[in-house]
């Protein structure tokens, strides 16, 4: 019986990869750079199976184009680089990697929080500039999180367990929108689930977390920072274009809110032009909140077993369309 031909996007943990490789002809794409569309497209058109990153655009054209397409299995627990809907169509399953990344990235957003409530990079970047003179009174004074108000956008597994964090550690009332109550946040955090525009008002923390679809699409704009507090700290682990970066810039230049920190933009990498990288009060990482290699390896494990058991026809650990299932593609 041949191996089913698979290509992998990107080198991805052994936890994962190896196993890939034992069940399948895998092609991996070498590259610290994700292949080209094109090369994708012309990969697809052969494979079983893909192994993909968010880099990858998955969309209706390719998926139109790979008649033996059994699985897409994305490295990532968003999905938005996937065109579901016309996968769902062509009865081809896709995985995603939930819950193993909830308490890195959670931590990575308590990370940014602190960090830019603190001017921590601020004060670093004034080190490596010879700037730091002396201890000063006045000097990179910043804003407390304890008995704070947090407010989550979307509270899912990731905005919940930020929640927790910053509720049990720092003692934070907890505000939250999303289109479905949470019980478990009102139940162990008391979180109150209120309209954006008071959320946006009442917090001194504002925390994206919801998915990124045409509706929260520049969600945070100019108007939503203008309702914040001036002392508002934002942070974003979720995708870039849930903010309108030069709205932002303006916020943070302005003083309209504290200050930002981001994990995520848009597009990825910033270019290196990119006037919020002029700010001393915008802290940007490159997309790392999931970075653990306890995170990393439980991602690749599961994007592998999505993979095979997407091949072998058998529904996904985890799977992002169920609804599949009847008209699913067979061998
Ligand atoms: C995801 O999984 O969607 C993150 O953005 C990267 O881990």
Redesign the pocket.
């Known amino acids: 019986m041949p191996k089913p031909k698979v290509f992998v996007t990107r080198i991805i943990p052994d936890a994962g990869l190896e196993k890939v490789k034992f069940h399948c002809d895998a092609e991996i794409w070498p590259d610290l750079m994700p292949p080209p569309y094109s090369v994708l497209l012309e990969k697809a058109a052969g494979a079983e199976g893909l192994l993909t990153t968010?880099n990858d655009r998955i969309d209706a054209d390719l998926l139109g184009c790979s008649p033996r397409l059994r699985v897409v299995s994305n490295f990532?627990?968003?999905f938005n680089n996937i065109d579901v809907e016309a996968a769902t169509k062509l009865g081809i399953p896709v995985g995603n990697?939930p819950d193993v990344?909830t308490d890195a990235t959670a931590d990575f957003a308590f990370c940014l929080m602190i960090a830019a409530a603190r001017r921590l990079i601020e004060g670093e970047r004034a080190i490596h500039a010879s700037k730091w003179r002396t201890w000063e009174p006045m000097g990179y004074i910043g804003v407390d999180l304890i008995g704070k108000t947090l407010g989550i956008v979307g509270m899912g597994r990731i905005g919940f367990a930020l929640a927790k964090r910053c509720h049990l550690g720092w003692g934070m009332r907890v505000v939250y929108t999303d289109v479905h109550a949470n019980a478990a946040a009102e139940k162990e955090l008391g979180a109150e689930r209120v309209d954006l525009d008071v959320l946006l008002a009442e917090s001194d923390f504002v925390s994206a977390h919801t998915n990124l679809t045409e509706e929260t699409r520049g969600l945070f704009n100019a108007e939503a920072f203008r309702k914040m507090k001036r002392t508002a700290v934002f942070v974003n682990t979720a995708r870039g274009p849930l903010l309108v970066e030069k709205d932002l810039y303006e916020a943070l230049r302005t003083g309209e809110i504290f200050a930002a920190g981001l994990d995520?933009t848009d597009p990825e990498p910033m270019a290196p032009d990119n006037p919020l990288l002029s700010l001393p009060n915008a802290v940007i990482a490159p997309?790392i909140?999931?970075a653990t290699t306890r995170t990393r390896n439980a991602?690749a494990e599961i994007a592998a077993d999505n993979l095979l058991t997407g091949l072998d026809g058998r529904p996904l650990r985890c799977f992002v369309n169920p609804e599949v299932e009847p008209q699913r593609r067979k061998v």
């Open positions: 968010l990532a627990v968003g990697t990344l995520v997309h909140a999931s991602m």
